[in-house]
């Protein structure tokens, strides 16, 4: 039997490329992350004068998102702390573990999680300024990260709901598959598997003891 016969695949007839927008918060999420990145972008375009180099950044940090995406899924996202304190500061984050539980199911703590992506933004642009970065340019990235975060949401849901039948979309599912349903310490990435190749943290089949 094949990995991808082994792995249950998810799939929603009726959803669409389109129709999954409005699932699980994407439509809040792509809005209020649209928003704030092109607010951001002309913000940056118009201090820093130079609006090349204010898009190559943006890219930058769309590029840089994919890291980001890595290391929050796989240490913050995976986080289950004993300790009391841990605990309580676990809790000012949206749980992952119910949606390992239950992957198809819509989210319930949206509002939560919009308000933590603007406050956060807000104040780690504000930090960056305060202590040195020309705020063009941690405008400029933020953005990027921020078109980065709706990527991966938009492609975190499809993973669920789409057949996703192109080589790359189907590469994408099957990791994402593979993490859900055979190994959660592998296969982080959601947007791409590069930083699983890198870190070392791509599931590997087990391979029969050789005589």
């Not at 792995?7 to 929603?12: A, D, Q």
């Not at 699932?23 to 092109?38: F, K, N, P, Q, T």
């Not at 840089?64 to 605990?87: C, G, N, S």
């Not at 190994?183 to 947007?191: H, K, L, P, R």
Request: aromatic share 10%.
């Amino acid at each position: 039997m094949t990995v991808s016969e082994s792995v249950p695949v998810e799939r929603t007839a009726r959803a669409t490329p389109i129709s999954i927008i409005g699932m699980s918060g994407l439509r809040e999420i792509v809005a209020v992350s649209s928003g704030m990145a092109l607010i951001y972008t002309i913000a940056a375009m118009i201090i820093g004068g130079r609006p090349l180099l204010t898009l190559a950044l943006v890219f930058a940090g769309l590029l840089f998102w994919t890291f980001l995406e890595y290391l929050l899924h796989r240490w913050m996202l995976h986080w289950e702390p004993e300790d009391k304190l841990q605990k309580t500061i676990r809790k000012c984050f949206p749980t992952h573990r119910s949606h390992h539980d239950a992957p198809m199911n819509e989210r319930k703590n949206i509002k939560k999680q919009l308000k933590i992506i603007i406050y956060l933004m807000t104040a780690y642009c504000a930090f960056l300024a305060l202590i040195g970065f020309p705020l063009a340019m941690v405008l400029a990235v933020n953005a990027g990260v921020l078109l980065g975060y709706q990527a991966y949401e938009y492609v975190h849901v499809a993973c669920h709901h789409l057949p996703m039948k192109n080589a790359w979309a189907a590469l994408l599912k099957r990791h994402h598959a593979i993490h859900h349903h055979r190994d959660e310490t592998v296969n982080f990435g959601v947007t791409t598997t590069i930083w699983d190749s890198v870190f070392g943290t791509t599931w590997k089949p087990a391979r029969a003891p050789t005589a």
